[in-house]
């Protein structure tokens, strides 16, 4: 009877043996991530794919590491906008909620200017507030709002953004227009105040601390992050939010409808929205969380930075007496930017 069995027995064992091996040789999943800068920390991908067996390539706008376009990816990382522009183009896919575990974490109000402006195809996760960052010791006039911007006080001082529409929202907001208009009489009003503005301007599309330090400029508009990181080189320097009211540039996270894998997608989503995973890329990209749970997770250097959480903004999602997420959308004109020093 034993006898008989051994042929069995050897049979079984050959065929476990042969499932363990495909299974060892078998490639592993791999996700590509495309992410419109560097905002998640490495270490929280590595730790994915160690908890996970998933693989990450991990794709960033202004990195060479390939030509990745956003609607082919698996899992995208990018502003408020262009999620908006994919979602009227049917590019991303509804969020399905059941499928990311912690949805408390996050304010009310971030998950409700998200839905309102992606139709519900995003998950928020960082947010930077938009200033005005200026030197003090260069300029004895106090700058408060946005028409410091545009005062001939600071003629030759001023750095402007060369993106045509975070300079078009600092035009409307200085002529106490609604800074998400697309009204042709508002469009062109902020166009002629920026054109009267570049022959004095300097327009800067990257960094702005070379352009600080070497004094090219007193006075730029900037988000808090960038402030932040300046300040701390440059502790002369100040950072006002203006008290007519200002904007949230806001990160999310969305999965394109093209994504051959969807569910792993949301595997690894789930995984970044844990406040863990949020804390540790807050902290990495210098931005701002949308999330109390990981506020609550980081040290008092940034839970205690009123330029990343003014006004307690962390749980309300609110700034006073005006801040919201920008709609801009209007089109770019054909002769901008101006003329001006690049």
Not at 31 to 51: A, E, H, K, N
Not at 257 to 264: F, G, K, L, Y
Not at 289 to 315: F, I, K, V
Request: glycine letters at 4%; a negative charge.
């Amino acid at each position: 009877m034993k006898q008989k069995l051994l042929p069995l027995l050897a049979v079984c064992l050959l065929l476990c043996l042969g499932g363990v091996f495909y299974l060892l040789s078998r490639p592993k999943p791999t996700l590509t991530v495309y992410s419109q800068g560097d905002y998640i920390d490495p270490r929280v991908l590595r730790s994915f794919t160690r908890s996970t067996g998933i693989e990450v390539e991990y794709c960033q706008l202004d990195s060479n590491s390939g030509e990745i376009r956003p609607a082919d990816c698996d899992l995208l990382l990018a502003d408020i906008e262009l999620l908006a522009c994919m979602e009227r183009q049917s590019q991303l896919v509804p969020i399905d909620r059941v499928q990311v575990s912690d949805w408390a974490q996050f304010s009310p109000a971030y998950l409700e200017q998200t839905a309102d402006l992606t139709g519900g195809c995003a998950v928020p996760c960082l947010w930077a507030t938009m200033g005005l960052l200026f030197d003090p010791t260069h300029t004895d006039t106090r700058v408060t709002g946005w028409d410091a911007l545009f005062d001939r006080e600071f003629s030759g001082q001023v750095a402007m953004t060369a993106r045509y529409r975070d300079a078009f929202t600092l035009a409307l907001a200085a002529e106490n227009r609604p800074i998400d208009s697309v009204r042709p009489e508002d469009v062109l009003a902020a166009h002629a105040l920026l054109s009267e503005q570049a022959p004095a301007g300097y327009y800067f599309e990257s960094e702005l601390a070379p352009i600080f330090r070497s004094n090219t400029a007193v006075l730029a508009p900037c988000c808090a992050r960038e402030a932040v990181a300046l300040m701390e080189e440059m502790p002369e320097l100040t950072f006002v939010i203006p008290p007519e009211g200002s904007w949230r540039t806001m990160l999310a996270y969305a999965i394109p409808a093209r994504s051959r894998q969807q569910q792993d997608a949301y595997t690894l989503l789930d995984y970044l929205c844990q406040p863990s995973s949020l804390a540790k890329n807050a902290v990495y990209s210098g931005w701002s969380t949308p999330s109390a749970a990981a506020y609550a997770l980081m040290d008092s250097r940034w839970q205690g930075n009123p330029l990343l959480y003014p006004c307690g903004s962390h749980m309300s999602g609110d700034l006073l007496p005006e801040t919201r997420i920008r709609g801009f959308q209007a089109a770019c004109p054909l002769n901008w930017p101006p003329k001006a020093n690049r």
